[in-house]
């Protein structure tokens, strides 16, 4: 399988875990954005919005990271919460 497929097949798990603590959630979302789009392309969303400024600091706190890093990343994570 390609990495393209091993990520796809790992956000289809990730979607079948059980609900998790908003932190992991944040740490899934951050290294999907990276994945897909690449570093953070738009503006800090102000204090008062509060869960988009959640993730953007997720999506942010990966910046620099490849697309293939990002979905190596996001497949580890997934294995492990799924080994959990």
Do not use: H
């Amino acid at each position: 399988m390609s990495l393209e497929d091993d990520f796809k097949d790992a956000m289809t798990r990730a979607d079948a875990l059980e609900t998790q603590p908003t932190n992991v959630q944040l740490d899934l979302y951050g290294m999907f954005k990276q994945a897909t789009v690449g570093d953070v392309n738009t503006d800090k969303p102000g204090i008062t919005n509060i869960r988009a400024r959640a993730k953007w600091d997720a999506w942010n706190k990966r910046k620099g990271l490849s697309a293939d890093e990002a979905m190596e990343a996001y497949i580890d994570y997934v294995d492990e919460l799924e080994d959990a």
